[in-house]
């Protein structure tokens, strides 16, 4: 990457991580991190940034151009002595949308959203921006409708994020609405939730407290090699037959 693609490349992280990455639909958690993947996400979509890897990030840091970032492991944190993201509660919209994948909707529509990975759900101001956050995940995703402001006023937290989301905790099934599922979805979920995995022999008989011991993992490499011998000879009534076998032959 050369020197004006740099410089370019930083004062784009600049504004998407200090200024306004609610507009790009991220937000960071509140140690001011992100993971670099969903950090990616979004540049990515951005035109003339589709080619932006992690790679180019660090390159940033070895060239010694001052980003307002640094890279542990998997994350994004914001450096020390930035101000950390701050998300007031207030009073949302009428309406706020979060988008979600096909199978994952039939449980959203019994027992609600709930934070997952991460501290906060984001939701959109505009169904277009919902769409765009969620197809990083599912290519198709469904757009759901949030009550917000009637969620709100039952005790509901939301933290406005920007000019363009809102954070929550939570937001339980009845303020939720969305498309009708698909029949076939419908069944396909009732009938893996009705499926019972097999137990096993020794789970059936494993009584609280109790535990069994595995022999194949006996400490004892004697008794081990041992018991590998058995294994290959056989059962005992076995090995005694062909030891008459032996006998009648004269062996």
Same mark, same amino acid.
């Given at each position: 990457?050369?020197?004006?693609?740099?410089?370019?490349?930083?004062?784009?992280?600049?504004?998407?991580?200090?200024?306004?990455?609610?507009?790009?639909?991220?937000?960071?958690?509140?140690?001011?991190?992100? +993971?670099?993947?969903?950090?990616?996400?979004?540049?990515?979509?951005?035109?003339?940034?589709? !080619?932006?890897?992690?790679?180019?990030?660090?390159?940033?840091?070895?060239?010694?151009?001052?980003?307002? !970032?640094?890279?542990?492991?998997?994350? %994004?944190?914001?450096?020390?002595?930035?101000?950390? =993201? !701050?998300?007031?509660?207030?009073?949302? =919209?009428? %309406?706020? !949308?979060?988008? +979600?994948?096909?199978?994952?909707?039939?449980?959203?529509?019994?027992? *609600?959203? /709930?934070?997952?990975?991460?501290?906060?759900? =984001?939701?959109?101001?505009?169904?277009?921006?919902?769409?765009?956050?969620?197809?990083?995940?599912?290519?198709?995703?469904?757009?759901?409708?949030?009550?917000?402001?009637?969620?709100?006023?039952?005790?509901?937290?939301?933290? +406005?994020?920007?000019?363009?989301?809102?954070?929550?905790?939570? %937001?339980?099934?009845?303020?939720?609405?969305? =498309?009708?599922?698909?029949? /076939?979805? %419908?069944?396909?979920?009732?009938?893996?939730?009705?499926?019972?995995?097999?137990?096993?022999?020794?789970?059936?008989?494993?009584?609280?407290?109790?535990?069994?011991?595995?022999?194949?993992?006996?400490?004892?490499?004697?008794?081990?090699?041992?018991?590998?011998?058995? /294994?290959?000879?056989?059962?005992?009534? /076995?090995?005694?037959?062909?030891?008459?076998?032996?006998?009648?032959? *004269?062996?």
């Amino acid at each position: 990457m050369d020197k004006k693609k740099a410089k370019k490349l930083q004062k784009f992280l600049t504004y998407v991580l200090c200024h306004s990455p609610d507009e790009f639909g991220i937000f960071l958690d509140e140690d001011g991190s992100i +993971a670099i993947k969903e950090l990616l996400w979004a540049i990515k979509e951005e035109e003339g940034w589709s !080619y932006i890897r992690e790679s180019h990030l660090r390159d940033l840091i070895l060239l010694g151009f001052e980003v307002p !970032y640094r890279l542990e492991g998997k994350k %994004v944190i914001i450096q020390d002595g930035l101000p950390k =993201p !701050y998300y007031p509660v207030e009073e949302p =919209p009428r %309406v706020l !949308y979060h988008s +979600a994948r096909l199978k994952a909707c039939y449980h959203i529509y019994k027992h *609600g959203l /709930k934070a997952a990975g991460r501290p906060y759900l =984001p939701l959109a101001r505009t169904r277009e921006l919902a769409l765009r956050i969620g197809r990083r995940r599912d290519r198709d995703p469904l757009v759901l409708e949030i009550s917000a402001r009637e969620a709100f006023f039952e005790g509901i937290i939301f933290r +406005a994020h920007g000019t363009h989301m809102f954070l929550a905790e939570e %937001v339980p099934s009845r303020f939720i609405s969305g =498309p009708p599922l698909p029949e /076939k979805e %419908v069944k396909k979920t009732r009938e893996k939730k009705l499926r019972k995995p097999r137990e096993t022999e020794k789970e059936r008989d494993l009584l609280p407290g109790s535990f069994f011991l595995d022999l194949d993992r006996d400490p004892d490499l004697f008794r081990r090699k041992q018991k590998e011998k058995r /294994k290959k000879k056989g059962p005992a009534w /076995k090995r005694e037959v062909r030891k008459i076998r032996k006998k009648k032959r *004269g062996f």
